[in-house]
């Protein structure tokens, strides 16, 4: 196991390299890059789609979507008004790396990009891993899905800027506790900003919609 | 990257070498076991502490569970009327290894046990890889979380025997359709089992229960 860990650190720091090599061009280009990361089904692609049908006039943004398999995602938006939209499908594997990240821009025209949404493979662990060069993580959790999430993978919400609490429609539905979930997550880390949205009605999309513009 | 999938398959193999000495040591003491994989927070402590509060006076039941971070689901499931439950806190890895599995099983008594449950730890990919010795995967998905997920995460599906479509109190407040996850799912694995739950409201566990006294 020792033999596993030592070439999985030498994985990794090949990953932060490439990683470093994204964030120097991205600086370059002015793109600011959001990686989104949650549980599989917590809403990023509905999310991103209802960023793109808000936003996509207003700011030109380019969207990565990984996923282990299938190219839906990115079709999903594709058909919301997303004009650079590139999946990658990992094949298996249950994260983005750098690596991926980097060839996946090779191949697109970054010219005109103000705002880069990196869509993660669903998956509350590993991706909390490995940096792609963004800017910020994003973690979604949805309202329906456990409010001591933050405690039981702390990683994740250590390394994220900020949490979107999503399916906010579905709170009373279950035990979920609003007040319970904000609490765990800034024990984990203090600095967290957190948004609450439902993709479904449109709540608290204003704010989300909002900070994004203030920041390109 | 080579090298890193080698030892990847050394590690897998050496795994594989101590599922089959666990399944060897169920068979000879008569327990069955199901190894419990899914989304965080798709239920899989919830449906674990109803068929506890069901079935204790009738089955004798050991749990291991799983989870990167605290004992929270243990602890629930002490409560539930649990008296064999063995945490395994990973710190980090993303699944259960048969190895954390044995050596939890080292720490049980076994004797009375006819059912041995192991919540695995919440994540849709990496557990698929992880034979812990179980003579079958129940793999849950809520339905909220999207009914394209065993297109996109199919490795799991195609591994497991059986799936829990959980929270159909929520069916009709998304996009979540029944009966196209269904299809999802057995194109994935034609032969997989498929019960439908809820257990916020109850429905759809007597069917699962009667399946677990029949197992036994």
Redesign the interface.
């Known amino acids: ?1 020792t ?2 860990i030592e ?2 650190e030498k ?1 990794l720091s090949e990953n932060d390299k490439i990683a470093a090599e994204i964030r120097k061009r991205m600086k370059e280009k002015n793109i600011i890059s959001l990686n989104l990361v949650s ?4 809403g990023k692609t509905s999310l991103l789609e209802k960023t793109l049908s808000e936003l996509k006039d207003k700011i030109n943004m380019a969207l990565i979507a990984g ?4 190219e ?1 995602d990115a079709n999903r938006l594709i058909k919301a008004g997303g004009n650079m939209v590139k999946p990658i499908v990992t094949g ?1 594997a ?1 994260h983005l790396d750098a690596k991926m990240v980097a060839q996946a821009l090779n191949e697109m025209n970054l010219d005109k990009v103000k705002l880069l949404f990196i869509e993660n ?6 991706p909390s891993s490995y940096d792609l060069g963004e800017d910020m993580k994003v973690a979604l959790i ?1 309202a ?3 409010d ?2 933050p ?5 994740m919400f250590r390394r994220a800027g900020i949490i979107v609490i999503n ?1 906010i ?2 709170l009373g ?2 035990d979920f506790d609003m007040d319970r979930v904000k609490k765990n997550a800034l024990q984990i880390n203090g600095n967290l900003k957190i948004f609450e949205t439902s993709c ?1 009605t449109g709540a608290g999309l204003d704010k989300w919609f909002d900070w994004l513009r203030n920041l390109v």
């Not at 549980?39 to 917590?42: V, Y």
């Not at 405690?151 to 990683?155: R, T």
Request: aromatic share 2%; charged share 25%.
């Open positions: 196991m033999q596993k070439i999985e994985v549980s599989p089904g917590s996923d282990v398999q299938t839906n298996g249950c493979v669903g998956n509350l662990v590993c949805s329906t899905e456990g001591d999430k405690l039981k993978y702390p990683a399916k429609d579905l539905l279950s479904r």
